[in-house]
């Protein structure tokens, strides 16, 4: 099989349509937990967050893998200097795309998802919503695409990369620990699967 030619850019408002199902496939039970209604999938709130350059699943944190000029990949990374101003824009969306009806619910959702997904330390570069192109998966894409986050986070002067897998995902995990992470600790889910199971998360981590 040959070798991919993969190249890289900061993902783009335009970039939603191919984006939001390889966000969506890097965590569903955790997405649907938290954001999916009995009239509105998940996704539906991932199409109108996207653009929005505010919030966890907006495009300002992505970085996208392109094959063929086309989006292969993405991975968001963040840190705990952007806590803040990301907490900001999630309860800003929250509000705009589910209204005060909803609002609360998703809010005390996302905080239950914290528990096992809690929020990166300043030093830490942090990365989520993985996802690969399914016909492209096992071709090295998302290797290179957490190659090039790494060296990012090296380059901005970041002790340590971490990030979280679910523990359902033996593969993912051994994708990392390929890269360099290190397992740290196990999270496990306390909040029952009356929305859908979720699966207990583990962080990872790698020190620069």
Not at 111 to 122: A, I, R, S
């Amino acid at each position: 099989m040959a070798n991919l030619s993969i190249d890289f850019r900061p993902a783009r408002p335009e970039d939603v349509r191919a984006a939001v199902p390889l966000i969506y496939s890097s965590g569903p039970h955790e997405f649907d937990y938290v954001y999916r209604l009995r009239s509105k999938p998940a996704q539906d709130y991932l199409h109108f967050a996207f653009p929005t350059g505010k919030g966890l699943s907006s495009f300002h944190l992505c970085t996208v893998a392109l094959v063929d000029n086309e989006v292969a990949g993405i991975c968001a990374f963040q840190s705990g200097r952007d806590n803040l101003t990301t907490d900001l824009g999630n309860a800003a969306n929250f509000w705009r795309f589910f209204g005060w009806r909803h609002f609360g619910g998703v809010v005390r959702r996302g905080l239950q998802m914290t528990t096992v997904l809690p929020p990166p330390d300043k030093d830490t570069a942090y990365l989520s919503q993985v996802g690969v192109r399914p016909d492209l998966r096992g071709r090295g894409v998302g290797s290179a695409l957490l190659k090039n986050q790494m060296a990012r986070a090296r380059s901005a002067g970041f002790r340590r990369c971490a990030l979280d897998v679910a523990a359902t995902n033996p593969r993912a995990e051994a994708l990392y620990e390929r890269l360099g992470f290190r397992f740290v600790r196990q999270r496990d889910w306390k909040y029952g699967a009356a929305r859908g199971p979720v699966p207990h998360q583990r962080r990872m981590e790698i020190v620069f």
